[in-house]
């Protein structure tokens, strides 16, 4: 479907929610990817650092946000927008409010949060192919580890995303298999995109 309105989602949810499988269905609508990890993965390269795993990822991204600003990220996902021309973009893998914060002053902007239970999640990720995304530990240690990120850098630039998730326009459930939650994109992308 066509429209002329400027379209930015913002994608929002904790680990194994599904961002990426939202991010995806999106994109087939005539949207470009933007995923935020990549300008920390893009970083992490320019350091020479090896290494890229979750805990360099957090490591990383929080120097960033502490060098910067909180909205770091966001910042430059929107330059590339611009820079691009780029009238239907998704943002995965927002993190922070400062993130969110920004992204709320952009033209056409909508939050959009993934959620689904910590056992469902758990259970996504370990069973993931991509051994540098799965998850190698017990349910109770993927607990611990959440609770841990929940709280990891500065109240003001470090990761919120429970808090972000909070503040999402609207939230969709991802329990219930795939054709309802791309039922429930649909609607959303029709409210907010195709008036």
Known sequence: MASSLRCIIGIVGLPGAGKTTVAVHIVKQKFVHIVLSDFIRDEIALQGIQDFSRTTYQKIGNELR???????????????????????????GIRNMQEVAYLRKQKGFHLLGVSAGA????????????????????????????????????????????????????????????????RAIDKQLNIWCYK
Request: hydrophobic content about 30%; aromatic content about 6%; some cysteine.
């Open 66 to 92: 502490k060098r910067y600003g909180g909205d770091i990220l966001a910042v430059r996902a929107c330059k590339k927008i611009e820079k691009e021309h780029l009238k239907h973009a998704v943002i995965d």
């Open 119 to 182: 056992r469902i999640r758990f259970t996504r990720l370990s069973k993931r192919l991509y051994t540098d995304k799965q998850i190698h530990r017990s349910y109770a240690d993927f607990l611990k580890e959440e609770k841990r990120e929940d709280s990891l850098g500065s109240h003001k630039n470090g990761l919120r995303v429970r808090e972000s998730l909070k503040g999402a326009d609207v939230v969709v459930k991802n329990t219930s298999g795939k054709k309802a939650l791309y």
